[in-house]
């Protein structure tokens, strides 16, 4: 019986699953995903969409703060870039979909340097502060050029072409977005396996310390903030496709924090983690309009509380989780599985 | 006199008075900060909720104003204790990341209780001050904003006074200085922490109250205000008292020269964004502030 993990060879132990039955599991999962659009309605749909920019995202921020240990509260503003950069390359100046968004990512990755240029000298709340200052900074910036980003008014995105098909309904957008996921994810679980993850999570655990070990500092905190906000420019453009139309307001501060509650509920430098906060984070709202829709019959007033009864759920499953759970969802399936790996004599 | 001499007067003077606010919201950060190092990323959520009571208490269960005045500080400082026992004091040593996050939760659910409550709709704040502009010369200055001065130069000094020479307040510094050998010394750390979020929940619903007389209404853009906190702390340092007052101030005036002269220029909006970049230029430059305690670190 297996009852815990033994890794006799470099093979063995270079592998990312132990056993067969988790890769058996992702495969029917993927097979599954790919006839969803068939039997899903346009709701769900919309729903899986928003979960599939939400893990692109949640991956990207987790990689900066879960696994890198640098708070940034300028996520949305990475977002903001990433759907305005990929929106304007495509309408203004004519460059397809699938080359608009490598391109929007590179320049988000671009901006988040500047961004990460604080963290050589900044740390932690500083850090956040200066980050939190960037946002403000970006938002100016997309409701004031108007010539480029229409501003308040909004900016319409013309659908998207690939190989002649016009991405114009949820169904198709949402292979898009999962044939990004996929890879996004593997990326991750890859990045970790390098030199380069391991530096991340030592200045994570100490970046003083990590830097008298010989891990460069300046080049790593650097590059933790290119790959964080190249996904976060990614989500951005494939959010610009998803919606059709920008608002600066999609792109709040508010949006930040919930990027930063998906990584603190899911589990902070977790893959799992992130996939597991994007789905809650997103099915949060959506659970509580159904339960409105359920609960107009008896108290007709219930539609209009959802804002409200969000917030305070939101604040509460994150006030619950830093104190009862900090290691998040991810911590939790870990405790399930073990639990059934080893019964019937787990204790 | 010149009139762009007044018209550069009636903004300091209106930056001053807008300043005072922001070093009372400032002063409520510093002095969490400065007891705990626990830094709250929801001040402008106080300062709605302060706004909030005061409304409910004044004009829905139309108190008279003095005793709705005690009543929304006395709420405010039970607040300021949930917060406190409830959700900071379990956290205490956890990473930086959990206790911004902590504080972005609790001004999540103070957010939708006071919206689940009494709605988002813009409220009426009761008239405190009359509305007849009083003249220093040429300039025009509304009393209100007066008002307002004089009460934060008020709280201000009085507690300076009572971190002089109060007990209390000196066992505030020591804690502040250092928690250990305050502990040593018989000072009751917990009863500080606590304390000190009261005295920031209590100042914050004064800022609310008086933003909320100074525009005549209360809805949720208030609580965007409280943003300004942080250009203000970093200008004066995280840690700084003094830094905290100078600092509001100096943010207020900038804010509006920033908009007076810029927004012509750049079309709009450069008055809410111009604490932020001097914040950023200001971090790049002298990131412990003016005022702060500068840092060392060891391996």
């Known amino acids: 019986m297996k009852c815990g993990g033994f890794r006799i060879s470099y093979r063995g132990d270079e592998r990312i699953f132990g056993t067969s039955l988790p890769i058996v599991g992702l495969v029917v999962l993927l097979v599954v995903l790919a006839f969803v659009p068939r039997f899903a309605g346009t709701y769900w749909l919309d729903v899986l969409n928003r979960i599939g920019i939400a893990i692109i995202g949640a991956l990207g921020l987790n990689i900066l703060v879960g696994y890198t240990g640098q708070i940034s509260i300028g996520h949305a503003a990475f977002l903001a870039i990433g759907a305005y950069a990929t929106a304007i390359l495509e309408a203004k100046v004519g460059v397809p979909f699938y080359l608009a968004i490598p391109a929007a990512a590179v320049l988000t990755s671009g901006f988040g340097l500047i961004f990460g240029i604080p963290s050589l000298r900044l740390r932690g709340l500083y850090l956040a502060i200066a980050t939190l200052a960037a946002h403000f900074i970006t938002t100016y910036g997309i409701i004031h050029w108007e010539s480029m980003t229409n501003g308040v008014l909004g900016f319409t995105v013309p659908a998207a072409t690939l190989f002649g098909m016009a991405l114009d309904s949820d169904a198709r957008i949402f292979y898009v977005i999962f044939a990004l996921v996929v890879p996004a994810t593997l990326f991750t679980k890859n990045l970790f396996r390098t030199k380069v993850g391991r530096a991340f999570i030592a200045i994570r655990d100490r970046d003083v310390a990590a830097g008298v070990m010989g891990v460069s500092l300046f080049r790593y905190k650097l590059l933790a903030f290119l790959i964080s906000s190249f996904y976060a420019g990614v989500a951005g453009g494939l959010m610009a496709h998803h919606s059709r139309i920008l608002f600066p307001d999609a792109f709040t501060l508010l949006v930040a924090i919930d990027y930063l509650a998906m990584i603190i509920i899911g589990g902070m430098g977790s893959i799992l983690g992130s996939i597991f906060g994007a789905v809650f984070m997103t099915l949060l709202p959506e659970v509580l309009k159904l339960g409105a829709t359920s609960a107009t019959g008896v108290y007709p007033n219930a539609f209009g509380l959802i804002a409200s009864t969000r917030d305070i759920v939101f604040g509460l499953a994150v006030i619950f989780f830093l104190m009862y759970e900090p290691l998040g969802l991810a911590r939790i399936w870990l405790r399930i599985k073990s639990y059934w790996t080893l019964w019937p004599y787990s204790y | ?299």
Request: net charge neutral; glycine share 12%.
């Open chain 2, 1 to 299: 006199m010149n009139e762009h001499v007044v018209f550069m007067l009636q903004l300091v003077i209106n930056g001053i008075a807008v300043g005072g606010v922001y070093s009372l919201m400032a002063l409520g950060f510093v002095l969490i900060f400065k007891a705990s190092s626990v830094v709250n990323f929801g001040p402008g959520e106080l300062v709605l909720f302060g706004a909030y009571v005061a409304w409910a208490t004044i004009l829905n269960m139309t108190l008279p104003i003095p005793i709705a005045l005690v009543l929304t500080l006395v709420i405010a400082i039970v607040l300021g204790l949930v917060i406190e026992r409830g959700v900071l004091r379990p956290l205490i040593g956890e990473p930086i990341i959990s206790v911004i996050m902590v504080t972005f939760g609790v001004a999540s659910v103070i957010r939708g209780f006071l919206n689940m409550t009494w709605g988002s709709d813009t409220r009426p704040f009761p008239v405190l001050f009359s509305q007849q502009p009083i003249h220093f010369g040429p300039v025009p200055v509304s009393p209100v904003h007066l008002w307002s001065f004089v009460v934060v130069m008020a709280l201000l000094a009085g507690f300076s006074v009572f971190f002089r020479f109060s007990t209390t307040g000196m066992a505030m510094r020591a804690t502040a200085d250092n928690q250990q050998v305050a502990l040593s010394l018989g000072v009751s750390v917990k009863w500080i922490f606590a304390l000190s979020w009261c005295i920031a929940t209590v100042v914050s619903a004064l800022a609310g109250i008086i933003l909320g007389s100074v525009r005549g209404g209360v809805d949720f853009s208030l609580a965007d205000l409280g943003l300004k906190v942080f250009p203000v702390v970093i200008l004066g340092g995280l840690d700084s008292i003094p830094g905290a007052i100078i600092g509001g101030v100096l943010i207020g005036v900038l804010e509006n020269l920033a908009g007076g002269y810029l927004d012509p220029i750049l079309g709009g909006g450069v008055k809410e964004v111009a604490p932020f970049v001097a914040l950023v230029i200001i971090l790049m430059l002298r990131p412990h502030g003016f005022f702060g305690k500068r840092e060392i670190e060891r391996v």
